[in-house]
């Protein structure tokens, strides 16, 4: 039973690719989504840094506007021209 042991460990031990089984081990996946999740949070926050950003002139006018220091005619204008330049 001996000798049957240490054949079977030595067979084994020839044909053993990890505990993930055969290929490529853990593969390219124990890179690439870490990666990929610190992209998806760093674009979140970037697109909620520029769209924050955007509506600061918006709020800036209507605080302005509330104020009496302009007109509505004048608020109206200048919001317009805001949101059509606003990228």
Avoid: C, K
Avoid at 22 to 37: A, C, K, R, S
Wanted: charged share 25%; glycine share 10%; proline share 5%.
């Amino acid at each position: 039973m001996n000798t049957l042991t240490a054949q079977t460990s030595l067979l084994l031990a020839d044909h053993w690719d990890g505990p993930w089984g055969p290929g490529w081990g853990i593969g390219p996946w124990f890179v690439l989504i870490p990666i990929t999740f610190w992209l998806v949070v760093i674009a979140v926050f970037v697109a909620l840094g520029r769209r924050r950003r955007g509506r600061h002139g918006e709020s800036t006018l209507r605080d302005v506007y509330a104020r009496g220091e302009i007109t509505e005619a004048e608020y109206r204008a200048r919001l317009a021209v805001l949101r059509e330049t606003r990228r």
